[in-house]
Protein backbone atom coordinates (compact mmCIF):
# COMPACT_ATOMS: atom_id res chain seq x y z
CA UNK A 1 0.00 0.00 0.00
CA UNK A 2 1.13 4.10 -0.89
CA UNK A 3 0.99 6.45 1.46
CA UNK A 4 -0.22 8.94 -1.78
CA UNK A 5 -3.99 9.65 -1.68
CA UNK A 6 -5.82 8.46 -3.92
CA UNK A 7 -8.80 9.64 -3.36
CA UNK A 8 -10.46 12.02 -0.65
CA UNK A 9 -14.00 12.60 0.34
CA UNK A 10 -14.71 15.92 2.36
CA UNK A 11 -18.35 16.77 3.70
CA UNK A 12 -20.26 14.19 1.49
CA UNK A 13 -23.65 14.39 2.32
CA UNK A 14 -27.26 12.61 1.04
CA UNK A 15 -30.70 13.81 2.14
CA UNK A 16 -33.39 12.18 0.46
CA UNK A 17 -36.91 14.84 0.98
CA UNK A 18 -39.63 13.68 2.73
CA UNK A 19 -43.13 14.87 1.42
CA UNK A 20 -45.09 16.30 4.13
CA UNK A 21 -47.67 13.64 5.65
CA UNK A 22 -49.15 11.45 8.41
CA UNK A 23 -45.16 10.58 9.74
CA UNK A 24 -43.35 13.09 8.95
CA UNK A 25 -42.71 17.00 8.89
CA UNK A 26 -42.37 19.78 5.88
CA UNK A 27 -39.42 20.08 4.79
CA UNK A 28 -38.33 17.04 6.62
CA UNK A 29 -35.33 14.46 4.81
CA UNK A 30 -33.98 11.18 5.36
CA UNK A 31 -30.24 11.86 6.10
CA UNK A 32 -29.09 8.50 4.29
CA UNK A 33 -25.29 9.80 4.66
CA UNK A 34 -24.81 12.91 7.18
CA UNK A 35 -21.42 14.57 7.28
CA UNK A 36 -18.95 11.94 6.18
CA UNK A 37 -14.95 12.36 5.27
CA UNK A 38 -12.31 10.51 4.88
CA UNK A 39 -9.37 9.90 2.42
CA UNK A 40 -8.61 6.50 1.07
CA UNK A 41 -4.52 5.84 -0.53
CA UNK A 42 -3.80 4.09 -3.62
CA UNK A 43 -3.46 0.10 -3.18
CA UNK A 44 -5.37 0.66 0.61
CA UNK A 45 -8.37 -1.44 1.27
CA UNK A 46 -10.41 1.04 3.20
CA UNK A 47 -13.27 -0.90 4.62
CA UNK A 48 -16.52 0.81 5.95
CA UNK A 49 -19.01 -1.32 8.60
CA UNK A 50 -22.70 -1.08 10.29
CA UNK A 51 -25.64 -2.19 10.55
CA UNK A 52 -28.10 -2.23 7.55
CA UNK A 53 -29.38 0.86 6.19
CA UNK A 54 -26.60 3.06 8.43
CA UNK A 55 -25.89 4.50 4.91
CA UNK A 56 -22.72 2.72 3.64
CA UNK A 57 -23.66 1.29 0.33
CA UNK A 58 -25.88 5.23 0.10
CA UNK A 59 -22.32 6.69 0.65
CA UNK A 60 -20.52 4.28 -1.90
CA UNK A 61 -23.14 5.52 -4.34
CA UNK A 62 -22.28 8.89 -3.59
CA UNK A 63 -18.28 8.39 -3.86
CA UNK A 64 -19.28 7.18 -7.47
CA UNK A 65 -22.16 9.37 -8.08
CA UNK A 66 -24.56 6.78 -9.21
CA UNK A 67 -26.56 8.45 -6.46
CA UNK A 68 -25.50 12.34 -6.54
CA UNK A 69 -24.79 13.71 -3.70
CA UNK A 70 -26.94 16.13 -1.70
CA UNK A 71 -23.57 18.24 -0.25
CA UNK A 72 -19.52 17.79 -0.30
CA UNK A 73 -16.91 16.76 -2.60
CA UNK A 74 -15.03 13.95 -4.03
CA UNK A 75 -11.59 14.45 -5.14
CA UNK A 76 -9.99 11.25 -7.12
CA UNK A 77 -6.64 11.52 -8.28
CA UNK A 78 -6.59 15.37 -7.44
CA UNK A 79 -9.57 15.84 -9.91
CA UNK A 80 -12.70 17.44 -8.16
CA UNK A 81 -15.05 14.40 -9.09
CA UNK A 82 -18.08 15.88 -8.13
CA UNK A 83 -17.72 18.73 -10.90
CA UNK A 84 -17.04 17.18 -13.28
CA UNK A 85 -19.88 16.60 -16.52
CA UNK A 86 -20.38 14.92 -19.75
CA UNK A 87 -16.91 13.48 -21.35
CA UNK A 88 -15.08 14.71 -18.38
CA UNK A 89 -17.16 12.78 -16.17
CA UNK A 90 -16.77 9.38 -18.01
CA UNK A 91 -13.36 9.31 -18.60
CA UNK A 92 -12.75 10.14 -14.75
CA UNK A 93 -15.23 7.08 -14.28
CA UNK A 94 -12.61 4.80 -16.35
CA UNK A 95 -10.58 4.91 -12.54
CA UNK A 96 -12.91 4.18 -10.27
CA UNK A 97 -15.59 1.09 -10.68
CA UNK A 98 -18.40 -0.70 -8.77
CA UNK A 99 -18.88 -4.36 -7.68
CA UNK A 100 -22.25 -5.19 -6.66
CA UNK A 101 -23.83 -7.22 -3.93
CA UNK A 102 -25.69 -9.41 -5.93
CA UNK A 103 -23.86 -10.38 -9.14
CA UNK A 104 -27.27 -11.54 -10.95
CA UNK A 105 -28.82 -8.86 -10.83
CA UNK A 106 -26.48 -6.54 -11.77
CA UNK A 107 -25.31 -8.53 -15.13
CA UNK A 108 -27.67 -7.79 -18.12
CA UNK A 109 -29.47 -11.43 -19.15
CA UNK A 110 -29.29 -10.66 -22.56
CA UNK A 111 -25.24 -10.59 -22.88
CA UNK A 112 -22.83 -12.93 -23.27
CA UNK A 113 -19.84 -12.82 -21.33
CA UNK A 114 -18.22 -11.33 -23.77
CA UNK A 115 -20.45 -8.20 -24.00
CA UNK A 116 -20.54 -7.93 -20.40
CA UNK A 117 -16.79 -7.36 -20.05
CA UNK A 118 -16.42 -5.81 -23.55
CA UNK A 119 -19.02 -3.15 -22.21
CA UNK A 120 -17.09 -0.89 -20.59
CA UNK A 121 -13.94 -1.08 -23.23
CA UNK A 122 -16.10 -0.34 -25.76
CA UNK A 123 -18.37 2.84 -24.44
CA UNK A 124 -14.41 4.08 -23.20
CA UNK A 125 -12.93 3.40 -26.72
CA UNK A 126 -9.65 2.93 -25.44
CA UNK A 127 -8.54 -0.48 -28.24
CA UNK A 128 -9.89 0.68 -31.46
CA UNK A 129 -8.08 -2.79 -33.09
CA UNK A 130 -10.73 -6.04 -32.92
CA UNK A 131 -7.95 -8.58 -31.77
CA UNK A 132 -6.51 -6.63 -29.34
CA UNK A 133 -9.65 -5.99 -27.74
CA UNK A 134 -10.40 -9.63 -27.91
CA UNK A 135 -7.13 -10.45 -26.13
CA UNK A 136 -7.90 -8.11 -23.69
CA UNK A 137 -11.41 -9.72 -23.01
CA UNK A 138 -9.34 -13.07 -22.88
CA UNK A 139 -6.82 -12.25 -20.72
CA UNK A 140 -9.20 -10.00 -17.93
CA UNK A 141 -11.23 -13.55 -18.04
CA UNK A 142 -7.90 -15.24 -16.98
CA UNK A 143 -7.08 -12.92 -14.19
CA UNK A 144 -10.42 -13.55 -12.69
CA UNK A 145 -10.36 -17.44 -13.24
CA UNK A 146 -12.92 -17.52 -15.87
CA UNK A 147 -12.64 -20.02 -18.38
CA UNK A 148 -12.40 -19.19 -21.60
CA UNK A 149 -15.06 -21.18 -23.29
CA UNK A 150 -17.45 -19.48 -21.07
CA UNK A 151 -17.19 -16.68 -23.46
CA UNK A 152 -20.93 -16.88 -25.81
CA UNK A 153 -22.66 -18.05 -22.01
CA UNK A 154 -25.10 -15.97 -20.45
CA UNK A 155 -25.55 -15.25 -16.77
CA UNK A 156 -27.99 -17.70 -16.08
CA UNK A 157 -25.86 -20.75 -16.99
CA UNK A 158 -23.14 -19.98 -14.05
CA UNK A 159 -23.27 -20.30 -10.21
CA UNK A 160 -23.26 -17.37 -7.96
CA UNK A 161 -19.88 -16.80 -7.51
CA UNK A 162 -18.67 -17.33 -10.87
CA UNK A 163 -21.44 -14.51 -11.90
CA UNK A 164 -19.79 -12.65 -8.76
CA UNK A 165 -16.10 -13.20 -11.27
CA UNK A 166 -17.70 -11.86 -14.07
CA UNK A 167 -18.71 -8.43 -12.43
CA UNK A 168 -15.13 -8.39 -10.61
CA UNK A 169 -13.84 -8.92 -14.87
CA UNK A 170 -16.75 -6.26 -16.04
CA UNK A 171 -14.91 -3.62 -13.23
CA UNK A 172 -11.28 -4.29 -13.76
CA UNK A 173 -11.38 -4.66 -17.59
CA UNK A 174 -10.40 -0.72 -18.10
CA UNK A 175 -7.75 -1.10 -14.79
CA UNK A 176 -9.35 1.44 -12.56
CA UNK A 177 -7.29 2.52 -10.05
CA UNK A 178 -10.22 1.97 -7.40
CA UNK A 179 -12.93 -0.48 -7.24
CA UNK A 180 -16.12 -0.05 -4.70
CA UNK A 181 -17.28 -3.37 -3.46
CA UNK A 182 -20.34 -3.12 -2.20
CA UNK A 183 -20.93 -6.03 0.21
CA UNK A 184 -19.41 -8.90 -2.96
CA UNK A 185 -19.93 -11.80 -1.02
CA UNK A 186 -22.70 -11.67 1.25
CA UNK A 187 -24.89 -12.96 -1.16
CA UNK A 188 -22.75 -15.80 -1.94
CA UNK A 189 -22.60 -19.24 -0.23
CA UNK A 190 -19.66 -19.48 2.80
CA UNK A 191 -17.48 -21.83 0.49
CA UNK A 192 -17.18 -19.53 -2.22
CA UNK A 193 -16.74 -16.45 -0.43
CA UNK A 194 -12.88 -16.92 0.55
CA UNK A 195 -12.44 -17.63 -2.96
CA UNK A 196 -13.86 -14.60 -4.29
CA UNK A 197 -11.98 -12.21 -1.46
CA UNK A 198 -9.14 -14.47 -2.52
CA UNK A 199 -9.22 -13.47 -6.13
CA UNK A 200 -10.12 -9.76 -5.16
CA UNK A 201 -6.61 -10.07 -2.71
CA UNK A 202 -4.77 -11.10 -5.92
CA UNK A 203 -5.70 -8.56 -7.99
CA UNK A 204 -5.17 -6.20 -5.69
CA UNK A 205 -1.58 -7.01 -5.50
CA UNK A 206 -0.89 -7.53 -9.48
CA UNK A 207 -2.80 -4.50 -10.30
CA UNK A 208 -2.27 -1.79 -7.29
CA UNK A 209 -5.94 -1.01 -6.72
CA UNK A 210 -7.62 0.62 -3.80
CA UNK A 211 -11.05 -0.68 -2.26
CA UNK A 212 -13.65 0.75 -0.57
CA UNK A 213 -15.22 -2.67 0.89
CA UNK A 214 -18.79 -2.36 1.91
CA UNK A 215 -19.87 -4.72 4.33
CA UNK A 216 -21.42 -5.95 7.54
CA UNK A 217 -19.03 -8.91 7.82
CA UNK A 218 -16.81 -8.26 10.70
CA UNK A 219 -14.72 -11.22 10.00
CA UNK A 220 -14.55 -10.51 6.46
CA UNK A 221 -13.27 -7.39 6.83
CA UNK A 222 -10.68 -8.10 9.65
CA UNK A 223 -9.02 -10.42 7.19
CA UNK A 224 -9.33 -8.02 4.08
CA UNK A 225 -9.27 -4.51 5.32
CA UNK A 226 -6.13 -2.25 5.92
CA UNK A 227 -8.60 0.62 7.69
CA UNK A 228 -12.11 0.43 8.86
CA UNK A 229 -14.62 3.12 9.48
CA UNK A 230 -17.96 2.48 11.22
CA UNK A 231 -20.82 4.05 10.38
CA UNK A 232 -23.87 4.53 12.52
CA UNK A 233 -27.09 6.54 11.03
CA UNK A 234 -24.84 7.95 8.45
CA UNK A 235 -22.12 9.10 10.05
CA UNK A 236 -18.56 7.78 11.02
CA UNK A 237 -18.42 6.34 14.09
CA UNK A 238 -14.65 5.69 14.31
CA UNK A 239 -12.27 5.21 12.07
CA UNK A 240 -8.57 3.40 12.41
CA UNK A 241 -6.10 0.54 11.43
CA UNK A 242 -7.56 -2.91 11.67
CA UNK A 243 -5.62 -4.43 14.04
CA UNK A 244 -6.28 -1.21 16.42
CA UNK A 245 -9.86 -1.06 16.00
CA UNK A 246 -9.95 -4.89 16.47
CA UNK A 247 -8.05 -4.37 19.51
CA UNK A 248 -8.55 -1.17 21.11
CA UNK A 249 -12.30 -0.93 19.85
CA UNK A 250 -13.18 3.08 21.35
CA UNK A 251 -16.35 3.96 20.30
CA UNK A 252 -18.77 2.44 22.76
CA UNK A 253 -21.13 1.89 19.40
CA UNK A 254 -17.93 -0.46 17.86
CA UNK A 255 -17.10 -1.74 20.95
CA UNK A 256 -20.60 -3.22 20.79
CA UNK A 257 -20.58 -4.34 17.42
CA UNK A 258 -17.19 -6.38 17.43
CA UNK A 259 -18.27 -7.93 20.91
CA UNK A 260 -20.65 -9.95 18.96
CA UNK A 261 -18.37 -11.87 16.45
CA UNK A 262 -17.47 -14.59 18.66
CA UNK A 263 -21.43 -14.99 19.82
CA UNK A 264 -22.61 -14.84 15.62
CA UNK A 265 -19.91 -16.94 14.61
CA UNK A 266 -19.61 -15.85 11.38
CA UNK A 267 -19.12 -12.24 11.85
CA UNK A 268 -22.35 -10.93 10.87
CA UNK A 269 -23.74 -7.53 12.16
CA UNK A 270 -27.50 -8.71 13.78
CA UNK A 271 -28.75 -5.53 15.45
CA UNK A 272 -30.89 -8.31 17.43
CA UNK A 273 -28.06 -9.69 19.04
CA UNK A 274 -25.66 -7.14 19.05
CA UNK A 275 -27.36 -4.16 20.94
CA UNK A 276 -30.71 -3.17 22.29
CA UNK A 277 -33.37 -1.18 20.98
CA UNK A 278 -34.07 -0.28 17.36
CA UNK A 279 -31.97 1.89 15.49
CA UNK A 280 -33.70 5.09 15.16
CA UNK A 281 -35.28 6.45 11.64
CA UNK A 282 -32.72 8.52 9.85
CA UNK A 283 -35.78 10.39 9.07
CA UNK A 284 -35.87 11.66 12.66
CA UNK A 285 -32.43 10.91 14.23
CA UNK A 286 -32.11 11.79 17.94
CA UNK A 287 -30.41 15.17 19.14
CA UNK A 288 -26.92 15.29 20.12
CA UNK A 289 -25.07 11.92 19.66
CA UNK A 290 -26.97 9.80 17.42
CA UNK A 291 -26.60 7.12 19.09
CA UNK A 292 -27.04 8.27 22.07
CA UNK A 293 -30.88 5.88 22.56
CA UNK A 294 -28.69 3.31 22.19
CA UNK A 295 -25.46 4.09 24.41
CA UNK A 296 -24.95 2.32 27.64
CA UNK A 297 -22.34 5.22 29.08
CA UNK A 298 -24.90 8.26 27.65
CA UNK A 299 -24.87 11.25 29.88
CA UNK A 300 -26.85 14.64 29.58
CA UNK A 301 -24.48 16.26 27.13
CA UNK A 302 -24.78 13.28 24.77
CA UNK A 303 -28.68 14.56 24.46
CA UNK A 304 -27.84 17.70 23.43
CA UNK A 305 -24.45 18.17 21.29
CA UNK A 306 -22.70 16.14 18.54
CA UNK A 307 -19.57 14.63 18.98
CA UNK A 308 -16.73 15.30 16.53
CA UNK A 309 -14.62 12.43 15.16
CA UNK A 310 -11.46 13.38 16.91
CA UNK A 311 -8.43 11.66 16.75
CA UNK A 312 -7.94 9.89 20.37
CA UNK A 313 -4.51 8.17 19.07
CA UNK A 314 -2.40 8.06 16.45
CA UNK A 315 -4.60 7.78 12.95
CA UNK A 316 -7.54 6.32 15.74
CA UNK A 317 -10.65 8.63 15.31
CA UNK A 318 -13.77 8.73 17.41
CA UNK A 319 -17.06 10.59 17.51
CA UNK A 320 -17.75 10.41 21.20
CA UNK A 321 -17.88 12.97 24.29
CA UNK A 322 -15.69 10.36 26.54
CA UNK A 323 -12.45 11.19 24.65
CA UNK A 324 -13.39 15.04 24.73
CA UNK A 325 -10.12 15.23 27.28
CA UNK A 326 -10.23 18.54 29.05
CA UNK A 327 -13.48 19.34 28.12
FE1 LIG B 1 -22.36 7.19 24.02
FE2 LIG B 1 -22.30 9.77 24.59
FE3 LIG B 1 -20.23 8.65 23.38
FE4 LIG B 1 -22.53 9.02 22.09
S1 LIG B 1 -21.18 10.61 22.86
S2 LIG B 1 -21.29 7.19 22.06
S3 LIG B 1 -24.02 8.63 23.69
S4 LIG B 1 -20.97 8.21 25.44
Redo the contacts with the bound molecule.
Keep these: MSEKELLRVEHLKKYYPLKKGFMSKAGGSVKAVDDISFSVNEGETFAVVGESGCGKSTMGKCVIRLVEPTEGKVILDGEDFTALKGADLKKAREKMKLIFQDPYASLNPRMTVKDIIAEPLDIAGVIKDKKQRDEHILNTMEQVGLNKEYLSRYPHEFSGGQRQRIGIARAIVLKPKLIICDEPVSALDVSIQAKIINLLKDLQKQMKMAYIFISHDLSVVKHIADRVAVMYLGHI?ELADTKEIYDHPS???TQALFSAIPKIGEGRISDKIVLSGDVPSPADPPQ?????TR?????E???K?V?QLKEIAPNHFS?????DKGE
Design positions: MHPYGCCFHCPKACRCTEPACHLY
